[in-house]
């Protein structure tokens, strides 16, 4: 089992930053590729970013590409989604997930049920 936890959600206003961080416990988190989902009121579910394993490829979808970033810290079993010039439509419940497979090719194609394991979220608010 792997635990997440994320924290780091909150409300800003439109152009502001913040960071989320996720913690995990549990299974060894060095051999999990980690990504974040978000999901917006009455909207699906979607993969935001993800990373993999060693953090040498990472994926951004294009609606974030240049304002988010992902990285993780193995030795703090710590994963991060740094979020720049917000706007309001990022406004969602922002979710950590753990997936033990990561491919360049799959990823982008990641669903949340298929994932491995789930945080339980956190809420990021941009005002407008």
């Known amino acids: 089992q792997v635990q997440l936890v994320e924290s780091g959600g909150g409300l800003v206003q439109a152009g502001g930053s913040l960071r989320l961080s996720c913690a995990a416990s549990?299974?060894?988190?060095?051999?999990?590729?980690m990504g974040w989902f978000r999901q917006a009121p009455g909207k699906e579910r979607d993969l935001v970013a993800a990373?993999?394993?060693?953090?040498?490829?990472?994926y951004t979808v294009d609606s974030v590409k240049g304002r988010f970033t992902i990285s993780r810290d193995n030795a703090k079993n710590t994963v991060y989604l740094q979020m720049n010039s917000l706007k309001p439509e990022d406004t969602a419940i922002y979710y950590c997930?753990?997936?033990?497979?990561?491919?360049?090719?799959?990823?982008?194609?990641?669903?949340?049920?298929?994932?491995?394991?789930w945080g339980k979220g956190t809420l990021v608010t941009v005002s407008s």
């Open positions: 997930v753990a997936n033990f497979d990561y491919s360049e090719y799959d990823v982008p194609r990641w669903r949340y049920y298929a994932m491995d394991y």
């Open positions: 549990g299974r060894t988190f060095s051999n999990y590729a």
């Open positions: 990373i993999n394993w060693s953090g040498s490829s990472t």
